[in-house]
């Protein structure tokens, strides 16, 4: 059927002035993906490619107007969360979703940078747990990400991270907490044969990236490659950019990740390393191509419990391990 409007995504996330993450990143990739972008901003940060060396919140009632005004106006097809600095602006954010009836969101963990630097306040990711987790659709993270929010949703996180199913323990339990998809980014760490986590990778060794739906987890594995974590900083924020307007564009959410997982993978591998960050970040963006909706995406299905009933989607050819 004929689309008869522009489908719109609108992005809850910090200033990033170098313009490879954050709020910057987001209106880019929407753009990419032929979506109507609109944005909130929740903190201005200085970095660049190297690192953050400042950030300032917005204040609580300035993010709540900001979302106001998009969503009294503008017909919002899905919503995309980045970084939310403190306790207040997130009480602020999910009563406004709320009453907007807003159903579509996507929301990327902003935790740690990629440099290192913690981006919120610890009771910022209790109110996102206790606020926002009940109507996350998708919610993505990296493996220190996870074990962080675990450790808030619990208390303390009740084993240590050695092996696979112990990544995947951390994803049951925070699907638990309410997002229906967990994306997660494994690519900085490495396993060997017996998927057994390894701190000094081989030739041999191996990454893994997941995603759970609360039945079942689809698995990537690939080779353990070092350019995975030379990628630009914002790589994330794109990625979650991707999911939030694919599903603007009509895409379920198993489709809409998987086609922004790969979509973002193929442009980071091709960025030539020896360019400069601004160009490296300035390639990311112009090879980011959002995939055609009817390819087939091959990729290994690992059940959980239910792996008798397990029924991928159609669009998904499986091969069981
Ligand atoms: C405003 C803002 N939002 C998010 C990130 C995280 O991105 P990364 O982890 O790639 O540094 C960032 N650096 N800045």
Do not use: W
């Not at 397990?310 to 091969?319: D, E, G, I, V």
């Amino acid at each position: 059927m004929k689309r008869l409007r522009t489908p719109a995504c609108l992005t809850i996330a910090g200033s990033d002035c170098s313009g490879s993450a954050g709020i910057q990143a987001d209106l880019k990739v929407m753009q990419i993906h032929g979506v109507y972008g609109m944005s909130v901003l929740t903190a201005l940060t200085s970095q660049n490619s190297r690192g953050i060396d400042g950030i300032y919140s917005v204040h609580p009632v300035l993010i709540e107007r900001q979302l106001d005004a998009c969503l009294s106006d503008i017909n919002c097809d899905t919503v995309k969360i980045g970084m939310l600095p403190d306790f207040k602006s997130v009480v602020r954010i999910a009563e406004c979703l709320q009453r907007h009836r807003m159903k579509n969101i996507v929301m990327d963990s902003v935790v740690i940078s990629s440099s290192g630097q913690i981006m919120c306040e610890g009771t910022a990711i209790s109110a996102t747990i206790k606020y926002l987790f009940p109507y996350v659709l998708v919610y993505s993270s990296n493996i220190m990400e996870a074990y962080v929010l675990v450790q808030r949703v619990l208390g303390h996180c009740p084993f240590s991270l050695r092996t696979l199913e112990d990544i995947k323990n951390l994803l049951r339990i925070i699907h638990k907490a309410g997002p229906r998809f967990i994306v997660l980014n494994g690519h900085h760490v490495a396993y060997n044969d017996n998927f057994e986590i390894i701190s000094s990778p081989t030739t041999d060794s191996f990454t893994v990236d997941l995603i759970f739906d609360g039945d079942n987890f689809y698995v990537f594995q690939k080779p353990y490659d070092l350019r995975y974590s030379k990628t630009v900083h914002g790589t994330s924020c794109s990625m979650t950019a991707a999911i939030a307007s694919n599903i603007a564009l009509g895409k379920r959410p198993l489709e809409a990740i998987q086609e922004a997982r790969q979509s973002i993978e193929r442009a980071s591998l091709s960025i030539q390393e020896e360019f400069s960050s601004i160009s490296r970040s300035a390639q990311l963006f112009r090879r980011i191509k959002p995939s055609s909706s009817n390819h087939t995406v091959t990729l290994c299905l690992q059940s959980s419990a239910t792996a008798d009933n397990a029924r991928p989607p159609a669009f998904l050819s499986k091969t069981r391990t």
